[in-house]
């Protein structure tokens, strides 16, 4: 009974490091009847805000380790994130894996821009995102199904596409997300390696 109420439910994995907005975003998901899942930091201001969250090392029985470094590399999650929802066989093997399933993911990613300028290779190495750009290239490439959002200058559009589909998104929002997911994740990646083939070793 557990796992069918998984699927009657609707979630979205909210984790983000510039928190700007995100009382705006948490409000609007609840009231279109999303339940939140976190992480950290991101789910103690959910929390502090007065939203129900549940944490993702509950659903993944494994806590953050390495001072957060590992938190959502998980093949629960990615199996919530990457299974194809009109597949018996992939819906088969979900269901035996009993986690919710994730129809939306709001992430953005560590400021590793920012920080270069400070020279501290130390504190740059530190803002090079690992599980951020993961959960966004997955969601990306399920986007059939998954709703990946990076910039939260979206949440906005999130909302509106929400309501305007009775609770859902449609498939050409979810499809011009993961396109901005896919060509931000690159630009991402360019800087990061621009740094790398600059610093001295």
Same mark, same amino acid.
């Given at each position: ?21 995100l ?7 609840? #009231? ?5 899942i976190?992480?950290?930091?991101t ?6 805000m007065?939203?129900?969250c549940?944490?993702v090392s509950?659903?993944? #029985? ?6 957060g470094?590992?938190?959502t590399?998980?093949?629960l999650?990615?199996?919530?994130l990457?299974?194809?929802?009109d597949?018996? #066989?992939?819906?088969?093997?979900f269901?035996s ?7 939306i ?8 821009k920012?920080?270069?300028k400070n020279?501290?290779?130390?504190k740059s !190495?530190?803002m090079?995102?690992i599980?951020g750009?993961?959960l ?11 709703t990946?959002?990076m910039?939260?200058?979206d949440? !906005?559009?999130?909302?509106n596409?929400?309501?305007?589909n ?7 929002f ?6 901005k ?5 690159s630009n ?6 621009k ?7």
């Amino acid at each position: 009974m557990v796992i069918r109420k998984n699927l009657e439910k609707k979630f979205a994995l909210v984790s983000v490091y510039n928190k700007n907005k995100l009382r705006y975003l948490c409000l609007n998901l609840t #009231k279109n009847n999303y339940e939140l899942i976190s992480t950290g930091s991101t789910g103690n201001k959910i929390r502090s805000m007065g939203f129900n969250c549940t944490d993702v090392s509950k659903i993944t #029985k494994f806590k953050e380790i390495f001072d957060g470094r590992i938190k959502t590399i998980n093949p629960l999650i990615y199996a919530s994130l990457l299974y194809k929802r009109d597949d018996k #066989k992939h819906k088969k093997q979900f269901l035996s894996l009993k986690v919710p399933e994730l129809s939306i993911v709001i992430v953005n990613l560590y400021p590793f821009k920012k920080y270069i300028k400070n020279k501290n290779t130390n504190k740059s !190495i530190e803002m090079i995102d690992i599980g951020g750009p993961s959960l966004l290239r997955a969601a990306g490439k399920n986007f059939r199904y998954v709703t990946p959002i990076m910039d939260p200058n979206d949440y !906005i559009k999130l909302i509106n596409n929400i309501e305007k589909n009775n609770g859902e998104t449609d498939l050409n929002f979810r499809k011009q997300m993961a396109y901005k997911v896919f060509k931000g994740v690159s630009n991402y990646d360019t800087v990061i390696a621009k740094w790398f083939y600059e610093i001295k070793s």
